[in-house]
C-alpha cells in the first residue's frame, strides 16, 4: 500500500508513558526520537502538556505529562536529522494551561493534539483554536467515539467540520471495540458530517486488530495513522509501528531502526511493565468497554489471567 | 457477522501438537472436546493420522499424530453432548496409511482433511477420493500458496474443481503472509478456477492478522473457518476461536466454555510451551518466510529476543 499523503504518527512515549505514568528515563526517550528520526516517522509526539499543580507534580506524574520546552529540547537536540519529525504533544481539556505555550515559531513544537471526549467538544475546539493562533498544526482526537451517542457525534463532527483551525479529525477507537466493517461505518459518518477535514485514526489492539483495522482506515481514504514501537501503549497497546512500516512499502521509511530499538530497548522495558493483547482485554475490547476494569483486573496477580471469571463478572446484568 | 452456512473448525489439538510432537495428556484433549461442544463448534480435528514407522513412534511422536480409533473414542466417550462436533484428522501425503482407515461408518471420525503443497495435488487428491469413497467428510487443504508459482497454484485448483470428492477447498495462508487484500485476491483467484467447490480459510498469526484475516474471508464468502483456543498452533499460532465466535454472533455459538478452558488449561500450558504473535515471527511472515528459520531462533534463548539481528539475518542476499 503507498499514497504519498500518508503520514504516521509515533505515540510510542505518549501513550506507552500512560503505562508507567510518563516515568520514562531520558535515554529512553532519546532511543525512541532517533528511532523516529532515522526510520522516516512523520511526527513524533512526546508526551502530554498539561499544566503543574499541587495535585499534578513532575515528581508524581513524570517529566513527560508536562512536556517543558527545555525537556523536549534537550531530546530533540541529542540526535541529528535531516529530516527530523514534527514534535508533537498531546492537550487534554481541563488540564492545560494555554497561556503558557509559546507561540510555535519559538518552540521545537511543532503540532498540539487535542482529546477529548465527544461531549466535551466545545473545550477541544477552543483549544484547537488557541493552539492554531500561536501557530501550530493541529488535531482533534474524538475520544471513545464507539461509546458515544451517534447524535451527539454528528453534532460533534459538523461542529469540527466548521472550525477552520483543525487541521486532522481522528476517529479513535479508544475501547478496542471496532472490527473493520466499523472502521469503515464510522469513517462514513466522520466522512459525511465532516467532509472538509483530513482525517486520523488512533487504534487500540485489544481484539488483535490495531493492526488491520489502521489498514483498513487506510483503505477508507485517512492520512494520517497513530502507531507505537512495539505496539506499546495503554491495556493493549496500539497499532504497531514496525507492522504498520512493513505494509506502507513508503521508500520514504525505514523499518530497521525501529527493530533495533525493539531489541535494544523495548525487550528490557517488557521486563518492568506490560502492554499488549491478552485475554482479559479482549473481553473489554469485545464489550465495547472502558479498559479501566480490565487494566484493574491484570494488576491484580492473583486473578490476572482469570478470562473466565471476567467475562462473568463483565456480563452480570 | 451472521451467516447460517458459516462453520467453525477447531484444530486446537492438531495444530498445536506442532508444537510439542503431540505430547498432550489425554486430559488436555478431553478438555479441548469438552470446549468444543459445550461452545457449540462444528467441527474438531483431533491430531493427523500417520502411520506408525521405525522412525515415527507413538514414544517420539505422540499419540495424536498416529489418532487411533480408540483413542479418539476414549476422548468421545468422556464428554456426553447433544450436539457434538463432527471429528476430524489431518492427512499428510507420503505419510500416511489409507488401508487402515475404516469406513465411516464404523469410525468416530467423520472428516478427513489432506494437507499438501500444490506441487503435491495429485497425491493430495487420490487421499481425498480415497477417503470420500470411505464415507467421510473431505477437504483439501492447499499449503504455503503465497509461495505457490501462480500457473501452478492455477492448476492444482482446476483439478480440485474437477474432483467432485472434495468437499472443502482451503486457503492456507502457512507462512502469515497475507495482508486483506492479498486474503480477497486470492480468494477471487479460488473462485475464479474453482467456482464449484466450497471454502475453508487457515491463518497464522506472524503479523497479528489471522483473525482479521479470517474476517476478511467471511466477507469474501468463504463458510469453513480453522480457529484455535486461544489462538494456540505452530509459530505465532492461529485464529483465536474465542474472538472469531464473539465476532460471529451466531445464536449456535456459546464463548464461555471456551473462556473457561482457557483460565483453567490454556493459562497453565503457557508456562510449558510458546505460541503466539512476536517479533520475529512479525518479520518472517512480512517476508513470506517458512516459519521454520523463525522457529529456530525463537529456540535459542541467547538470541530469541533479537528481532534487528533476524532482519538482518532474513534480508541480507
Known sequence: MFREKI????????????????NFKDDFVK??????????????EIGKKLCVSDEYTREKYGKWNFCDEDDIKNIVDS?????????????????????ALLPAEQSVVGMV???????????????VKRSKDLGYQTTI??????????????????????AKEVDYLYLVDSFGAFYSEQVTSYLQLYK?????????FHAHNNQQLAFSNTQQAIIDGVNLLDATINGIGRGAGNCNI??????LKNPKFDVRPIYKMIQETMVPLRDEIEWGFNDIYGISGHLNQHPRDAMKHRANPEIRDNCYDFLLESTND
Chains 1, 2 share one sequence.
Do not use: W
Open 242 to 247: 514496525e507492522l504498520l512500516l512493513n505494509f
Open 7 to 22: 503520514k504516521v504518527l509515533d505515540c510510542t512515549v505518549r501513550d506507552g508513558g500512560l503505562i508507567n505514568n510518563y
Open 31 to 44: 532511543a525512541a526520537y532517533r528511532a523516529a528520526c532515522d526510520s522516516g516517522i512523520d511526527i513524533m
Open 113 to 127: 493534539r487535542t482529546a477529548c471526549y465527544v461531549t466535551d467538544v466545545d473545550k477541544g475546539l477552543d483549544l
Open 192 to 200: 459525511e458530517h465532516a467532509p472538509d477535514k483530513e482525517l486520523g
Open 141 to 162: 482526537n474524538l475520544m471513545a467515539s464507539s461509546a458515544a451517542i451517534e447524535t451527539d457525534l454528528i453534532e460533534a463532527l459538523q461542529q469540527v467540520n466548521g
Open 79 to 99: 540526535h541529528e536529522c535531516e529530516n527530523p519529525p514534527v514534535v508533537a504533544v498531546m492537550y487534554d481539556v481541563d488540564r492545560v494551561n494555554i497561556s
